[in-house]
């Protein structure tokens, strides 16, 4: 295929894809119609999406991890939306419409990349990430936003889901130096959280206990950042693991599930671990 071939079959696609995002724009004014529209998403605000945003984010983590095509294709799509009813939303209450966030978007895409837009010029990886660093340092110095790293994670986490929040910060911060080292340094400090949460929990102190297990659970996020695991995809791994095996359980058990006692429920564990290891082995 020769190069015009080429630029011929992708300016097609990008029209169809511009043809595609006008039906889009038209389908979500449709919908936030104040006569004819849909009466849920008539009442909605930015706040009152925050939870369907976090839960569209998740499912798409989750179709990237499992490797799965179609579900990323429509994850994204699900996303997409929620970037179009907020754009509405904004548009609704005067405080911004889509064309200024795609605008904003280009701008700052050309303004954090100048050796692809002002000058062809190819710079390593490590180098690509210092201009971006260096020219968004700038851009918070011109708007006056507070310096303090802290201060700036306090904000930019305030309204995050604390998972979310703990692998914001850790992201940030590691950029600084203050990252671990190995997952032998984690284990080291985990052990030490276990320690000071099982003294929390002799004393009974109920504000040190709680305390102490959000030290654990922290710490375990962070080894989650470290190995590149997406903390709820393994925990919704481990769900689905769990149900199957109790599944098997209660086939043994049948109707005398209510009887078991803890050490028939250990037996029982065993024989459903050792069950789905040999149908998956």
């Keep these: 295929m020769s190069s015009n071939d080429r630029y011929n079959l992708q300016k097609n696609s990008d029209l169809k894809t511009l043809e595609s995002f006008k039906i889009l724009i038209s389908n979500v004014k449709s919908l936030k119609d104040k006569t004819w529209g849909c009466p849920w998403q008539k ?55 889509l064309n200024d966030v795609i605008k904003n978007l280009n701008k700052k895409i050309i303004n954090r990349h100048p050796y692809i837009f002002n000058k062809k010029e190819k710079v390593s990886l490590e180098k690509s990430q210092q201009i971006w660093e260096n020219i968004k340092n700038s851009e918070k110095e011109a708007t006056h936003i507070e310096s303090s790293i802290s201060k700036n994670l306090n904000l930019k986490i305030k309204n995050l889901p604390p998972t979310f929040g703990t692998d914001k910060i ?22 030490e959280e276990i320690n000071e949460l099982k003294e929390a929990i002799k004393s009974k102190n109920d504000s040190d206990i709680k305390n102490e297990y959000g030290d654990i659970y922290f710490t375990l996020l962070n080894l989650s950042n470290f190995l590149k695991i997406n903390p709820e995809s393994a925990l919704q791994k481990t769900n689905k693991k769990f149900l199957e095996r109790f599944s098997i359980i209660e086939h043994y058990a049948r109707d005398n599930i209510k009887k078991q006692t803890p050490k028939d429920f250990q037996r029982l564990w065993q024989i459903a671990k050792q069950k789905l290891k040999r149908k998956n082995s």
Excluded: R
Excluded at 53 to 59: A, F, G, H, K, T
Excluded at 64 to 85: H, R, S
Excluded at 172 to 190: A, M, N, P, R
């Design 170 to 191: 850790t992201n940030v911060v590691k950029k600084y130096g203050f990252k671990w080292e190995s997952t032998d340094q984690i284990f080291e400090k985990l052990e």
């Design 43 to 97: 009442i909605q605000s930015h706040k009152s999406l925050i939870p369907f945003l976090n839960e569209e984010s998740s499912e798409f983590i989750d179709a990237i991890y499992e490797k799965n095509a179609d579900n990323i294709c429509e994850e994204l799509g699900d996303l997409l939306l929620q970037v179009m009813l907020h754009s509405e939303i904004g548009y609704e209450n005067k405080e911004f419409e």
